[in-house]
């Protein structure tokens, strides 16, 4: 799970985002447990125009190949590790100057046959309670839905994150490059 988050971080990095903003929502379960119901990606880097909203699901399809910014290849790709962790990703980007656009992908309406393709952008703005995740004049939000690969308590994969992420990009964080908060958590 760290590494799939770890592909969507270090896009928002490629994409010249100064603030990422992660929010894990959460459903209480039996004893104590609780169950992830989405993570939520929010930046304020470049955006996406159309054309690379609707591709940026593909499989395998970069437009970064080879590019040394961020940290590095996780090594599955935004896509794979989104649907290794849920069986939705709706994705909404702005490029500065332009409406926000949305597209998605559903491994349920795969399997009924209902979608059998990457669907067009269209211009729909972000939801209400996620516009704080985004930046102003551009950014990129994605939101894995239909989480069903959790293997920890949703605490405990929180706290995980929060060191992870603070090692993993400590040199991003320490250069006041990025600023990266878990649930309104700064990380250092």
């Known amino acids: 799970a760290l590494s799939a988050y770890c592909e969507v971080i270090d896009n928002a990095i490629q994409a010249d985002a100064n603030k990422i903003i992660i929010q894990f929502e959460t459903v209480d379960g039996n004893?104590?447990?609780?169950?992830?119901?989405?993570?939520?990606?929010?930046?304020?880097?470049?955006?996406?125009?159309?054309?690379?909203?609707?591709r940026c699901l593909?499989?395998?399809?970069?437009?970064?190949?080879n590019s040394k910014k961020g940290i590095g290849r996780f090594g599955v790709g935004m896509t794979l590790a989104a649907i290794h962790?849920?069986?939705?990703?709706?994705?909404y980007s702005k490029e500065s100057g332009c409406p926000t656009y949305k597209t998605y992908i559903d491994l349920d309406e795969i399997e009924a046959n209902s979608l059998n393709a990457i669907p067009e952008p269209v211009m729909e703005e972000a939801p209400?309670?996620?516009?704080?995740?985004?930046?102003d004049r551009s950014g990129t939000l994605v939101i894995w839905s239909k989480y069903d690969r959790q293997e920890k308590n949703a605490k405990k994969l929180i706290e995980e994150s929060e060191v992870h992420m603070g090692?993993?990009?400590r040199y991003f964080i320490w250069d006041?490059?990025?600023?990266?908060?878990?649930?309104?958590?700064?990380?250092?």
């Open 58 to 65: 593909q499989l395998g399809w970069s437009s970064r190949y």
């Open 85 to 91: 962790e849920c069986k939705r990703v709706d994705i």
């Open 167 to 169: 090692r993993t990009y």
């Open 31 to 54: 004893k104590g447990y609780q169950h992830i119901d989405k993570v939520v990606f929010g930046d304020d880097g470049l955006g996406m125009n159309k054309e690379t909203l609707h």
């Open 128 to 135: 209400f309670q996620y516009k704080n995740c985004l930046g």
């Open 176 to 188: 006041d490059d990025v600023s990266l908060k878990i649930n309104d958590k700064n990380i250092y």
